[in-house]
C-alpha cells in the first residue's frame, strides 16, 4: 500500500479511503477523529466524532452537548478498528486529552501527531514517540529561530515583576484552553499561592481540568468591583489575549500588560500588542524539539502541516529523511 493510498490532505482535512474517516476535518463530516479540543482542530457539526474523553467534553463545554450527532471515546494506548483500518491513541502532551493518531493497514503505519510538545507539563501526559512510516507533524514554530528557553524562567520573570511592582496588576494573557491551566499550575509550582483571578471565559475550562485531576489552587473571578480597585493590587489575572484590548483590562490598578505565548520571542510582536512583559511560554515544540522528534522516531517519511513547513522539509532532505508538505488550510495558531 502507498502511503497516500492509507492517508492523503484533501479540502477537508486529513482523509483516509479504506477506513472513510477524517482526522481534525476542517469541515463538517460523516466520521470524524480528533486530536484535542482546539478550536482549528475540533469543530462542531460532524455526525460522529471519536476523541478522547477530555476532547469529547471539552468540544461538550465549547459547542454545547450537540456538538455532534454521536460520539465515541478512545482511551490513551486503545487500538480500534474502523472500517478495518487500525486505529490507536497515544498522549501529544499539547493540552489536556490530546492525542496523537495512529492509523494502520498492511503493515503500513502513519502518525497524525495534530499539535504537540516535548516538554513536560502540569496539566496533561507527557507526548509518547510511536514507531510509524510516515510522521505527520506541525511545523508551528518550525524556524531555527525559535528556541523555547526553560518554563521556570519565565514564570520566574512574573514572579519577579510581581514583587518589583506590588501596586500593580499583572494582567497576563493566555488561551483559554491549556495555556491558562499550564501558566497556573507552573505558579503553583513556583510556589506561588495567593489567589489566582481569572476571566470568566475561562471558568469552565478551570472547572473542567479540577475535576480531572489537575489542582489549580485558589481561584476567583477577576471582576472589578469599582469600590474595590485596590483589591487587584499585586495580584495576577489571567484572561484570553482578546479581553486585554477591551475596557475589562484599563478597570485595573496600573495594569501590567503580559501574553504567555511561543511568539513572544519576537519581540516586534509583542511590541504590536503593547506586551510590557513577554513571557515565552508555547504549548508547541520549538525547532530543537520538532528536530529532536523527527530523528528519534526515524520515519521514512515526514509530512509536515500548518506552520514554517518550507524549513522543515527542507531540515528534513538535509538529513536524507523524505518529507513534502501537506499545504492543508483551516489550521490557526489559535492555542499560541
Ligand atoms: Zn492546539
Not at 10 to 35: H, M, N, S, W
Not at 155 to 168: N, Y
Not at 267 to 285: F, N, T, Y
Not at 309 to 319: D, G, H, S, T
Request: with cysteine; aromatic share 8%; proline share 7%.
Amino acid at each position: 500500500m502507498r502511503f497516500e493510498d492509507l492517508l492523503r490532505p484533501t479540502p477537508k482535512g486529513l482523509y483516509c479511503p479504506p477506513g472513510d474517516f477524517y482526522i481534525d476535518p476542517v469541515r463538517p463530516v460523516e466520521r470524524a477523529l480528533v486530536t484535542h479540543g482546539h478550536a482549528d482542530h475540533a469543530r462542531p457539526g460532524h455526525a460522529h466524532v471519536t476523541a478522547t474523553r477530555e476532547t469529547l467534553d471539552i468540544m461538550a463545554i465549547r459547542y454545547g452537548d450537540d456538538f455532534s450527532a454521536a460520539s465515541q471515546e478512545a482511551a490513551y494506548g486503545e487500538a480500534m478498528t474502523v472500517n478495518g483500518v487500525s486505529v490507536s491513541w497515544h498522549p501529544a502532551g499539547h493540552v489536556l486529552g490530546a492525542a496523537q493518531i495512529a492509523v494502520e493497514k498492511d503493515g503500513v503505519r502513519i502518525v497524525a501527531s495534530g499539535d504537540y510538545k516535548r516538554r513536560r507539563d502540569p496539566t496533561c501526559t507527557t507526548f509518547e514517540p510511536v514507531a510509524c512510516d510516515v510522521f505527520i507533524t506541525e511545523a508551528t514554530f518550525g524556524l531555527p529561530v525559535f528556541r523555547h528557553p526553560d518554563d521556570r524562567e519565565e514564570i520566574a520573570r512574573l514572579l519577579k515583576s510581581v514583587g518589583q511592582f506590588p501596586q500593580s496588576a499583572h494582567l497576563v494573557g493566555a488561551y483559554a484552553l491549556g495555556k491558562a491551566q499550564r501558566v497556573i499550575a507552573l505558579l503553583r509550582e513556583a510556589g506561588y499561592d495567593k489567589p489566582i483571578y481569572i476571566h470568566g471565559a475561562m471558568q469552565k475550562l478551570c472547572d473542567y481540568y479540577e475535576s480531572r485531576g489537575v489542582a489549580l489552587g485558589p481561584l476567583a473571578p477577576a471582576t472589578v468591583d469599582r469600590a474595590a480597585k485596590d483589591q487587584f493590587e499585586g495580584a495576577i489575572v489571567i484572561g484570553p489575549p482578546s479581553a486585554f484590548a477591551d475596557r475589562w483590562a484599563r478597570r485595573f490598578p496600573d495594569p501590567i500588560a503580559c501574553f504567555a505565548s511561543g511568539w513572544m520571542r519576537v519581540r516586534q510582536r509583542a511590541k504590536q500588542r503593547g506586551v510590557e512583559l513577554p513571557l515565552i511560554l508555547s504549548d508547541h515544540c520549538d525547532w530543537d524539539e520538532l528536530t529532536e522528534t523527527i530523528l528519534e522516531i526515524r520515519p521514512q517519511e515526514v509530512w509536515v502541516t500548518h506552520g514554517r513547513e518550507e524549513a522543515l522539509v527542507r531540515w528534513c532532505e538535509l538529513n536524507q529523511i523524505r518529507a513534502k508538505p501537506l499545504h492543508i488550510v483551516g489550521y490557526e495558531d489559535e492555542a499560541e
